[in-house]
């Protein structure tokens, strides 16, 4: 069975940090790239940064770049997100997503709440 499963969600204020992140199995990790998906209420899915399993590359939104930094543990099948200077409009769902040619997802996770207040 598929399964990604996130956590590290929460209430953080504006400036600060925090780490979510999506634990892989079910499937052979290294075949995919690993990715975050946020949504927030009202706005469309919006895809937030993604790493490859296999080589290390990274992709990330204009919106979060500088900010975020994605990274992963191979051996634990476990990618991470560390946001850090948080914004109030960093405030969505954030979804785990396993993607064979991103942004295209292949599965996904079940969402953990990020909130930032001002």
């Known amino acids: 069975e598929v399964q990604l499963v996130e956590s590290g969600g929460g209430l953080v204020q504006a400036g600060g940090s925090l780490r979510l992140s999506c634990a892989a199995s079910?499937?052979?990790?290294?075949?995919?790239?690993i990715g975050w998906f946020r949504q927030a209420p009202g706005k469309e899915r919006e895809g937030v940064s993604c790493i490859s399993s296999s080589d290390g590359s990274t992709y990330y939104a204009d919106s979060v770049k500088g900010r975020f930094t994605i990274s992963s543990d191979n051996a634990k099948n476990t990618v991470y997100l560390q946001m850090n200077s948080l914004k109030p409009e960093d405030t969505a769902v954030y979804y785990c997503?396993?993607?064979?040619?991103?942004?295209?997802?292949?599965?996904w996770g079940q969402g953990t709440q990020v909130t930032v207040s001002s």
């Open positions: 079910g499937f052979t990790f290294d075949d995919y790239a």
């Open positions: 997503a396993a993607t064979g040619s991103w942004p295209e997802v292949d599965y």
